[in-house]
């Protein structure tokens, strides 16, 4: 028995021109429906806004992120040059105002100077400046910049400020040293000016912790000498030239023997700040015992000597 074959179904196909023409059709129909209604406009708008604009929205902030960001930035870049600016300029403030307050310091040091030397303008002076001290808070001895080549010499006395300081003690080529009159060997044969006692004052670096030094010897029976008296150098001193100011009367107690009193007074000098000084480069008048041996007394001195001395120095002076 043979097998049935059955016949195949025949596919169906449309022919390509026809397939154009219907897709043609459509899309002619569709271009109509969507210029003339709304149709397609409500469904895209809302896939659009469902799907596009979150990411819109995203990329935007993300944007506005970075550009502030940037801003920022920018902002912080410019602040930072503008701080170092400042800082320059604040530096360059600084040193103006440091220069300054030298110029001013200097000048107010020159002042007092020039002031000082307008009052002992009888002697010749030169001025000097420290480059060296001792340890410790005072200017008891210290170094300044002038020697013998400037013609400085020994016991020469030095002011600053407004008075006395002490005496060239030391002198080299091109530097000399200062005693002052605070030092703890310094005894200085003084004069209270307003009732012309003698005095001697002596230098205590102990008692210028409390800003005083100390004078003795003052025989004061009426009273005479009170605070704030002004105390000078004496005629009589052996180093010093007459009338500098030394300091004034801090205080007056009676020794023991009530025949003298001693006391402190409080020295004219700041002698924890000194830079600048004036040397007084006329000597005192000085006589030793020796020479007033050889001296011609009043039953050995005549006329004759000082007819021989016009003798001896006209014979000199003729060639």
Not at 20 to 37: D, G, K, Q, R, Y
Not at 217 to 243: A, F, H, M, N, R
Request: hydrophobic share 35%; net charge negative.
């Amino acid at each position: 028995m043979s097998p049935v074959i059955k016949p195949k179904k025949e596919k169906f196909t449309l022919p390509s021109k026809y397939l154009l023409f219907i897709l043609t059709i459509i899309c002619c129909v569709l271009m109509v429906l969507t210029f003339t209604s709304d149709i397609f406009n409500k469904p895209l708008n809302y896939v659009v806004g469902y799907i596009i604009v979150p990411y819109q929205r995203g990329i935007s902030s993300i944007g506005g992120y970075i550009s502030d960001k940037n801003d920022a930035l920018v902002n912080v870049y410019d602040l930072i040059n503008e701080n170092q600016q400042l800082r320059e300029k604040i530096e360059q403030l600084e040193d103006e105002n440091t220069q300054l307050l030298q110029d001013k310091y200097e000048l107010n040091t020159l002042r007092d100077l020039y002031e000082l030397d307008n009052t002992y303008e009888n002697y010749e002076k030169i001025g000097a400046s420290v480059i060296y001290r001792d340890s410790g808070n005072w200017f008891s001895s210290f170094i300044l910049d002038k020697g013998y080549k400037s013609g400085i010499t020994p016991d020469m006395n030095v002011i600053c400020g407004n008075g006395l300081v002490g005496k060239i003690s030391v002198v080299g080529p091109n530097w000399s040293k200062v005693t002052s009159i605070i030092s703890d060997n310094s005894n200085v044969s003084s004069t209270v000016l307003k009732s012309q006692n003698n005095i001697i004052v002596s230098g205590s670096l102990e008692d210028m912790k409390n800003g005083v030094i100390l004078f003795s010897q003052l025989i004061d029976d009426e009273g005479k000498v009170t605070e704030g008296d002004k105390v000078v150098t004496s005629d009589i001193s052996d180093k010093y030239l007459p009338g500098i100011l030394i300091g004034y009367i801090s205080t007056v107690d009676p020794d023991p023997n009530n025949l003298t009193k001693s006391g402190t007074l409080i020295p004219a000098v700041d002698f924890e700040h000194i830079e600048d000084v004036l040397i007084i480069t006329q000597l005192k008048q000085y006589v030793d015992e020796e020479d007033v041996n050889n001296g011609y007394n009043s039953l050995t001195f005549s006329e004759d000597l000082l007819n021989e001395d016009d003798t001896t120095e006209g014979s000199t002076d003729t060639p």
